[in-house]
C-alpha cells in the first residue's frame, strides 16, 4: 500500500492529556505531512516535516520522522477539547501527489 | 485572504441522474486538485490541475467524472451518470507550488445518491 498507516485508529483521552498518534509507511518520500478534520474547521495542515528532518514543533505540536524504520509520530500536548478532530498522516512522494491514510480520530473529552 | 470556496455544500440525486461541482481557489494558487473522500476514509486525490492544465487523472473514473479548469481559475467536477458509490464528500484543494507541499481545502460538498 502507498499510504500511511495511521495507529491507533481511535483515541479517547481527558483534557490535558498528551496524545499520540503513530504513522508507518513502505515508500520513499520527499515529506510527511499531517492534517486535521474536523466538521467546524474542515481539513487543514498541520505541520510537514522533510525527509531529512527528524523532529519539528509548532506550538502544542510535535512530530518525529524515522526514515530508516519509516514511521512518524505526532504528539499533542496539553490537549483541549477542541483538539478533538480526524488526524491525517500524508505522504508526499516521488510524484508530487499527496497520499492519504484512513486516519486517527481522537476524542478529547472535556 | 479567503479560503477555497465550494459550491453548493450538499446534494442529494437519484442513481443515472447528473450532478456539477464547482471550486474557486485562493487567489493566486496555479495548482487545484479535486479529492473524493468517502465515509470513514481518507481524502482520495480525483485529478489535478496546474493552472488549466491536468497534471495527473489517473484515479478519474473517466467514463462517468469529468473536470474542466477554465482560464486557470475555478473548476468544475461533473459525474454523468452517478452511481450509489459515488455517495462521498468532494473536496476541492488548492495550493501554490506544483506539488507536494501544503494545500489549502475547501469545505466540501457532501454527495448523496439514492
Known amino acids: 500500500s502507498q499510504q500511511g498507516e495511521e495507529d491507533p485508529q481511535a483515541l479517547s483521552i481527558q483534557e490535558g492529556e498528551n496524545a499520540t498518534m503513530n504513522c508507518s509507511y513502505k515508500?520513499?518520500?520527499?515529506?510527511l505531512q499531517w492534517y486535521r478534520q474536523n466538521s467546524g474547521r474542515g481539513l487543514v495542515h498541520l505541520i510537514l516535516?522533510?525527509?531529512?528532518?527528524r523532529e519539528k514543533h509548532s506550538g502544542r505540536l510535535r512530530v518525529t520522522l524515522d526514515t530508516s524504520k519509516k514511521s512518524s509520530s505526532l504528539l499533542i500536548t496539553a490537549s483541549r477539547a477542541a483538539d478533538t478532530a480526524s488526524y491525517f498522516c500524508v505522504l508526499n512522494g516521488n510524484t508530487g501527489k499527496l497520499i492519504f491514510g484512513q486516519g486517527t480520530t481522537l476524542q478529547v473529552k472535556p | 485572504e479567503a479560503g477555497v470556496a465550494q459550491s453548493p455544500r450538499y446534494k442529494i440525486i437519484e442513481k443515472r441522474q447528473s450532478v456539477a461541482f464547482w471550486c474557486n481557489p485562493i487567489s493566486g494558487h496555479a495548482t487545484l486538485y479535486w479529492y473524493q473522500q468517502i465515509l470513514g476514509q481518507g481524502p482520495k486525490l480525483l485529478i489535478q490541475f496546474q493552472n488549466n492544465g491536468v497534471v495527473d487523472d489517473s484515479q478519474l473514473p473517466k467514463d462517468r467524472f469529468s473536470a474542466e479548469r477554465l482560464k486557470g481559475v475555478d473548476s468544475t467536477l461533473k459525474i454523468q451518470p452517478a452511481k450509489l458509490e459515488d455517495s462521498a464528500v468532494y473536496l476541492c484543494?488548492?495550493?501554490?507550488?506544483?506539488?507536494?507541499?501544503?494545500?489549502?481545502f475547501g469545505p466540501g460538498t457532501r454527495l448523496t445518491v439514492l
Open positions: 515508500t520513499s518520500i520527499n515529506n
Open positions: 516535516i522533510r525527509s531529512n528532518e
Open positions: 484543494a488548492s495550493s501554490s507550488s506544483r506539488g507536494g507541499n501544503e494545500q489549502f
